[in-house]
């Protein structure tokens, strides 16, 4: 490389170095303004917090930070808010056990502060943990714990909608490790109809293609055929979406 080029990449390394600095400063400032304002509000419910802090649920140093200050504020669900976020983070890294522990911690608060959402994204989110640590069984109760718990409430909100898609979905992948294909399907056409109902093309292309691996573990492979292309007419939908707001 000479001279110039390596002036170039320099320079190139510098540019991207200030930009990644400067959004970071602005990511941090912004955080610290919303951070404030919840602090200040100190909402009652996890889905008006979620609403402000969303953006932040996936960083957990941020989401430390919030659990110290709504301690030092005694502001109980900033702190499950928190916590249950820091829960989700160790589900995806396979760190089970510690999940698990989160949450049920949460579920005992969510009683405390009369959040039923929070109740059930904590009860999904222990289902899907023993899942994927292979404990099926406990993994469907606890899915079905929250399924039942979110279809007595009368006027259900929007974010609760999206728990009953999850708990139905997630059981249905419960049926179809259990190998119980047909019950699966009724699940997954259950989730199918929710997903459909909140215009979620996403969660209608995984459900179509659940659909088609019950059909096709069945044997029924006109049938998984037929889904397997609906899901693949969702996936198209979803990428063309994304290339037009690109």
């Known amino acids: 490389m000479n001279a110039r080029k390596l002036h170039t990449t320099f320079l190139l390394i510098l540019v991207c170095s200030?930009?990644?600095?400067?959004?970071?400063?602005?990511?941090?400032?912004?955080?610290?303004?919303?951070?404030?304002?919840?602090?200040?509000?100190q909402?009652?419910?996890?889905?008006?917090?979620?609403?402000?802090?969303?953006?932040y649920a996936k960083d957990t140093s941020m989401m430390h930070i919030l659990i110290?200050?709504?301690?030092?504020?005694?502001y109980l669900m900033g702190e499950c808010y928190g916590w249950y976020q820091i829960g989700v983070h160790y589900a995806f890294r396979s760190r089970f056990n510690r999940s698990i522990g989160i949450h049920q911690q949460c579920v005992q608060k969510s009683d405390e502060l009369l959040d039923?959402?929070?109740?059930?994204?904590?009860?999904?989110?222990?289902?899907?943990?023993?899942?994927r640590w292979d404990k099926?069984?406990?993994?469907l109760d606890y899915h079905q714990q929250a399924l039942e718990l979110a279809e007595n409430v009368a006027e259900p909100s929007h974010e609760l909608k999206l728990s009953i898609a999850?708990?139905?979905?997630?059981?249905?992948?419960c049926y179809l490790v259990l190998n119980q294909f047909e019950q699966a399907i009724k699940q997954f056409e259950k989730a199918k109809k929710m997903e459909?109902?909140?215009?979620n093309d996403l969660g209608l292309a995984i459900n179509n293609q659940n659909i088609g691996h019950s059909n096709e573990e069945l044997g029924n492979l006109d049938s998984a055929y037929h889904y397997y292309q609906i899901s693949l007419e969702y996936n198209n939908k979803i990428n063309s979406d994304i290339g037009r707001v690109i």
């Open 18 to 41: 200030f930009n990644c600095a400067l959004k970071a400063q602005t990511i941090e400032h912004s955080f610290s303004e919303d951070l404030s304002q919840v602090i200040s509000a």
């Open 43 to 55: 909402p009652a419910y996890y889905d008006s917090i979620h609403q402000q802090l969303k953006s």
């Open 68 to 74: 110290k200050e709504s301690v030092e504020n005694n």
């Open 116 to 131: 039923v959402n929070l109740k059930i994204l904590c009860f999904n989110m222990i289902g899907m943990a023993h899942r």
């Open 136 to 139: 099926v069984n406990t993994a």
């Open 166 to 173: 999850s708990s139905e979905n997630s059981i249905g992948n």
């Open 196 to 199: 459909a109902h909140l215009g």
